[in-house]
C-alpha cells in the first residue's frame, strides 16, 4: 500500500466580524500558509479531513459568514503562480506523521 497524497485547497472567506475572521484564520493556519488576509493555502489527508474542518468551522460562522474551498490539483499548481513569479501552495506531495 502506498503513501496517500495530500489534498490541496485554496480557502477563502468573507466574514465581517473581527474576533470571528481572527478565529476562523488561526484555524486555517493550523492547515497551511496565509496567502492575502482571508485566502490560505491549506492542505489535508483527504475529503474525510476537509469534511472534519467544514463541520468545525460550522460552528464558528453565522448565516452571514462565507467560507469556500477550491482544490487544485499538482499540474494546477504547477501552472500557477503569484505575481512575483513564486509557484503557489508548495506543499510537500507527502507527509510523514
Known sequence: MGVPLMEVYVACFDIT???LRRRVGDRLLSY???VQRSVFEIVVRDRHDLEA???DLRTLVGDDDD???YRICASC???SSALDGNAIADFPAVVIL
Open 53 to 55: 474542518l467544514r463541520a
Open 17 to 19: 466580524d473581527d474576533g
Open 67 to 69: 467560507i469556500r474551498f
Open 32 to 34: 497551511g500558509n496565509r
Open 77 to 79: 499548481r504547477q501552472s
